[in-house]
């Protein structure tokens, strides 16, 4: 397959040799293996410049930084669609490692930058395919009748997508196989419109919290990182933070994995520079009360990771730490501040609405997922006699 004269510039040949077809509704789809590297990237820019505003966990610079430090552990391919003999669409397809259903070990495939062992991964959300809004579906039809030519694989993953894009194409997908998670977020925009202070934006008792937090440390300092350097010394207090207190719970913590510390560090010289992450801590005189990373995403800030300093009394560090950086969101106009997927407490009263993201899975009639599936049954079965006997005593 050859892709020449696409934005009126030249783009590197692809090779047939390493390349399955599928052509669905005038749609032509071929997907080649990573020895077509770097061609494929050339093309991910060719067809990033089609588009307006470009999803981070799709774009050129994300997806090749994560097959630079990911790539030797997770095998990859590209998926690359034409039309009028012209790309319009690509993504990365990658096939999981140390991936388990249950006890089960599980052969999966995944879209996007996912598939890699728990203790590395980076956590995708917000994931997205680099495709027309209006093309999505075909592309998934074609992706789908190209993928079942592969025997090997158990289920597909679609990690970390927003819920109405992942259900606009239709996927077989069963119930069990279908996770729909809120992510809550602090509407700025909606502040800025109704000309309010970010703080009237929180419920009561986190409005009265959040004061006397601020009363009683006394005079806090916020810093945004605005070079590598300084976003370079906030990761590193950041990473501090974080790994002391998942290890003193007895976790290893994110940072635990070199790999994942690497990937960031080289996002930190990429995506700092161009405004796509942002770092920010809270000091109290000398001493760090919290830093937090966020990624920016077509004008919305995902709060990535954290670090904080340990509870005192009733002071909240990481709450301060969270309430100073929207503040600061604020003032730079960004629209919203996302805390990912997740419902907790401290989600919950910091945020004003919430999106939804979805994990979901296309399986195949392996007899693996139908004894597991059968155990859980009757686990949950057993659970309920045991609850209901409960209440009879």
Known sequence: MTLLDCSHQTIDTLSNASATQETTQALSLAQYDSSQRAACLEVWKTVEAQFPEVPLM????????????????????????????????????????????????????????????????????????????????????????LLEKNKNWDAIHFDGFASDELEAWNLPVSEEGFRKIESRYFDLKLIREEEREVISGFGYSTRKNLRKNMKSYGDLNGQWAESVAEAEDIFANLVELHQARWQKEGEPGSYASQRFTDFHKALIQKLVPSGQMGLFRVKLGDDIIG??????????????????????GKLSPGVIADYLCIEECFRRGF???????????????????????????????????????????????????QKSNADEE
């Open 58 to 145: 799709c774009s050129h610079v994300w997806t090749s930084t994560w097959i630079e430090y990911f790539g030797d552990l997770v095998p990859y391919s590209f998926v690359v669609a034409t039309k009028d003999n012209a790309p319009c669409g690509i993504c990365l397809v990658t096939e999981g490692v140390a991936q388990f259903d249950g006890p089960l070990s599980v052969n999966t495939l995944h879209l996007g930058t996912a598939g890699e062992p728990a203790s590395d991964s980076a956590c995708v959300e917000y994931n997205a395919l680099l495709v027309p809004t209006e093309l999505q579906s075909a592309f998934m039809q074609g992706l789908m009748e």
């Open 291 to 312: 830093c937090v990373q966020v990624l920016i995403d077509r004008n919305r800030v995902l709060c990535y990771q954290g670090g904080s300093a340990e509870y005192r």
């Open 335 to 385: 629209d919203a501040y996302d805390f990912l997927a997740g419902n907790s407490h401290h989600k919950q009263k910091m945020s004003t609405h919430h999106s939804y993201l979805t994990w979901a899975q296309v399986k195949r009639p392996r007899w693996k997922f139908t004894a597991l599936n059968t155990l859980r049954k009757i686990k949950q079965t057993m659970q309920l006699i």
